[in-house]
């Protein structure tokens, strides 16, 4: 975040949840995003933008990025996350307003240390396990399509344009496959598991919830690697997601996956492709 008067910076405590750390005491990158909605209480309360869903303008979620370090943390003892939010915008090569935009970055830090087995060194010290950043674009969610996209905010005492520019990120960039690295498919080919999202996916949206695409593909990937003798013992360190459009309980969803391996470290890109052969979410991640 650009240290600017725009940057709205909180501390918020976190509880971490036995199935955010792994085994091994690894912060799960799947258990990351949730300190988005302590540091979203602390910091996004105190900026103008809820006049904005008066008028049907909401913050909704295009792209997210989560990375793990490899510190053991204990799951019961004190953990927080200290963040920023930031209302930004993008422009076209002329200079107009493109999309209206909520950033949001949150650093975790927990303690180290273990529930069983022994103790890692210096164990009750407070240590970085995660970073998560997430990036909303303003939409007038229930317009029609071709009138959705919000150029300038309808908030009182706010600006209609946040004054800080930003570079929209490609997901490609996001989190590419390394250079140089071994492709272990060709192309990327369809999962054997094609998910039938149910209520239990969805949340109070009514779509299916953000992190469920994560947990899955993971899963899909795990498969992948134990099919191509990868391994299947690592871990998810790091993923990038773009969402493109929902998901909805009834429908059906087909995993396409493309594994790499580069030293150590082994990765999938892909997407989660619906009826018609439409992207809805593109994953991209990597396992050590």
Not at 68 to 82: A, F, L, N, Q, Y
Not at 120 to 129: N, S, T
Not at 188 to 217: G, I, K, M, W
């Amino acid at each position: 975040m650009p240290d600017t008067a725009e940057v709205v910076r909180a501390t918020a405590a976190i509880s971490m949840r036995y199935e955010d750390v792994a085994q091994d005491g690894r912060l799960m990158t799947i258990g990351m995003p949730h300190a988005l909605t302590s540091l979203w209480r602390e910091s996004v309360q105190a900026m103008p933008i809820w006049e904005a869903r008066k008028v049907g303008i909401m913050p909704i979620l295009a792209q997210m990025w989560a990375r793990g370090t490899d510190e053991r943390i204990h799951v019961g003892k004190p953990s927080h996350c200290e963040g920023a939010a930031m209302l930004a915008h993008t422009a076209d090569k002329e200079g107009n307003v493109e999309r209206i935009l909520l950033d949001m970055h949150a650093k975790i830090y927990a303690t180290r240390g273990s529930v069983l087995g022994p103790k890692p060194a210096e164990a009750g010290e407070l240590v970085v396990a995660g970073e998560v950043y997430a990036r909303h674009v303003f939409t007038r969610l229930f317009a029609k399509p071709g009138s959705r996209r919000v150029h300038k905010l309808e908030v009182p005492g706010g600006p209609a344009v946040p004054e800080c520019q930003v570079d929209w990120i490609d997901e490609g960039a996001m989190l590419p496959a390394m250079p140089g690295c071994n492709w272990l498919d060709d192309e990327a080919t369809a999962s054997s598991y094609e998910p039938l999202f149910a209520p239990h996916h969805c949340d109070s949206n009514q779509h299916v919830n953000s992190l469920v695409y994560p947990r899955l593909f993971e899963d899909a990937a795990q498969q992948r690697f134990a099919e191509s003798d990868a391994g299947s013992e690592k871990l998810s360190r790091e993923v990038a997601l773009s969402f493109r459009r929902p998901f909805f309980a009834g429908q059906r969803a087909q995993m396409q996956l493309r594994a790499f391996k580069m030293g150590e470290e082994i990765g999938c890109i892909g997407a989660f492709v619906g009826h018609g052969d439409k992207t809805h979410c593109s994953v991209s991640m990597r396992f050590k």
